[in-house]
């Protein structure tokens, strides 16, 4: 949604078109938690034409693929992973060199994020989500993306002019509580 309003909005028309089709075929199924494989063999019993929900899901799943590939591929839309590649204006220092999410070095990693978001007396709001951590910040002119990717992390989105959501991974907990470890000083 963040990362590419057009592509949301056309997952939103065919998710549409999708619910007219099972709605047209009379696919009735109930679904608890997350529609999925669980829902389905728990529901299976009590729904209608149950069976046409995996040619249908088959039929989306290619009519998504086909449609999302061209968009990124011919239409070169940044998603995570396939940012431009971006020349760094500061040399890394050699500590710097190995550092990555598998180092374990956390504490170090928490530290040059929260040197690159323009120190704790920059940080509004700041907490994580699974993969994330979401941060806003009081002066964005003081936030250095480029540091920021130099950390190794998996990519940035930036919602709007103030908030940050760096993309870490997993490993979200262990950098969040080294952060917070750095804020509390």
């Known amino acids: 949604m963040f990362i590419s309003p057009m592509m949301y909005f056309i997952h939103s028309l065919l998710a549409g078109v999708a619910g007219f089709v099972t709605y047209s075929l009379k696919i009735r199924i109930g679904f608890s938690f997350g529609g999925n494989i669980i829902d389905y063999i728990l529901g299976y019993n009590i729904g209608d034409n149950v ?22 591929t011919k239409m070169d839309i940044e998603t995570l992973g396939r940012e431009k590649e971006t020349n760094y204006t500061e040399e890394k220092s050699e500590e710097e060199k190995d550092l990555s999410l598998n180092t374990g070095n956390y504490e170090y990693l928490a530290k040059k994020l929260l040197e690159a978001l323009g120190g704790k007396d920059n940080i509004d709001d700041i907490y994580n989500c699974v993969t994330r951590i979401r941060v806003t910040v009081n002066q964005p002119n003081l936030v250095n993306e480029e540091r920021i990717k130099q950390t190794g992390i998996s990519g940035i989105v930036k919602p709007s002019e103030s908030h940050f959501q760096i993309v870490i991974g997993p490993e979200v907990t262990s950098v969040m509580r080294e952060m917070n470890k750095l804020l509390d000083e």
């Open 51 to 72: 069976l046409l929900i995996i040619p249908v899901g088959i039929i989306f799943f290619f009519i998504y693929y086909f449609i999302f590939y061209y968009l990124i």
